[in-house]
T-cell receptor, first 114, second 117 residues
Framework: GENVEQHPSTLSVQEGDSAVIKCTYS??????FPWYKQELGKRPQLIID?????GEKKDQRIAVTLNKTAKHFSLHITETQPEDSAVYFC?????????????FGSGTQLTVLP | DAGVIQSPRHEVTEMGQEVTLRCKPI?????LFWYRQTMMRGLELLIY????????DSGMPEDRFSAKMPNASFSTLKIQPSEPRDSAVYFC???????????????FGPGTRLTVL
């Protein structure tokens, strides 16, 4: 089955700096890669996702890049703000059309220092 | 829409007792997922349903765990008998079959924090 590795496990940045979280996956057939944000005591929520036919996707301060050859994808947050502090999970899955069985990474605790 | 609804939000029970967690997915969603989250093992998929039918239960840890979905608006996850190592946050999530250009987003419920003493 799929295995997703996520690094780093913790990340502290100064407000205004950029943060990068990296994930690798094992199943070359995986074609969908979402990122979820989980604030303390809250539920995971999707913040951005990318499909394998795209190399990069951006949404305001958040961007995700995908390298299918190397089987890794990354989350980039620019101009970080204290409210970006949370645990971020990457995930990978295969399939098409219908809902997907996700394999999650172990999470990254991001702390944005004011 | 109220989103995915889970009950109870917190459950404290003693080892050996039966525990039943409940979930109401978002109306119109045809997929339902049960996850377990712990510090040690992260976020694990236990089982998921499509149109009320269990598709993959390979993540269910053992026979003490069972899940049902009697109709499109209700699912249960039962642990019998419960053990201290079952203590975790259990999330239910739902999603909708993606049409052209649509999203595969899974919407999570608020979770049930289970503590087994």
């Amino acid at each position: 089955g799929e295995n997703v590795e996520q690094h780093p496990s913790t990340l502290s940045v100064q407000e205004g700096d950029s943060a990068v979280i990296k994930c690798t996956y094992s199943d070359s057939a995986s074609n969908y890669f979402p990122w979820y944000k989980q604030e303390l005591g809250k539920r995971p929520q999707l913040i951005i996702d990318i499909r394998s036919n795209v190399g990069e996707k951006k949404d305001q301060r958040i961007a995700v890049t995908l390298n299918k050859t190397a089987k890794h994808f990354s989350l980039h947050i620019t101009e970080t703000q204290p409210e970006d502090s949370a645990v971020y999970f990457c995930a990978a899955s295969r399939g098409s059309g219908s809902a997907r069985q996700l394999t999650f990474g172990s999470g990254t605790q991001l702390t944005v220092l004011p | 829409d109220a989103g995915v609804i889970q009950s109870p939000r917190h459950e404290v029970t003693e080892m050996g007792q039966e525990v039943t967690l409940r979930c109401k997915p978002i109306s119109g969603h045809d997929y339902l997922f049960w996850y377990r989250q712990t510090m040690m093992r992260g976020l694990e998929l236990l089982i998921y349903f499509n149109n009320n039918v269990p598709i993959d239960d390979s993540g269910m840890p053992e026979d003490r765990f069972s899940a049902k979905m009697p109709n499109a608006s209700f699912s249960t996850l039962k642990i019998q008998p419960s053990e201290p190592r079952d203590s975790a946050v259990y999330f239910c999530a739902s999603s909708k079959t993606r049409g052209a250009g649509g999203s595969n987003e899974q919407f999570f419920g608020p979770g049930t924090r289970l503590t087994v003493l």
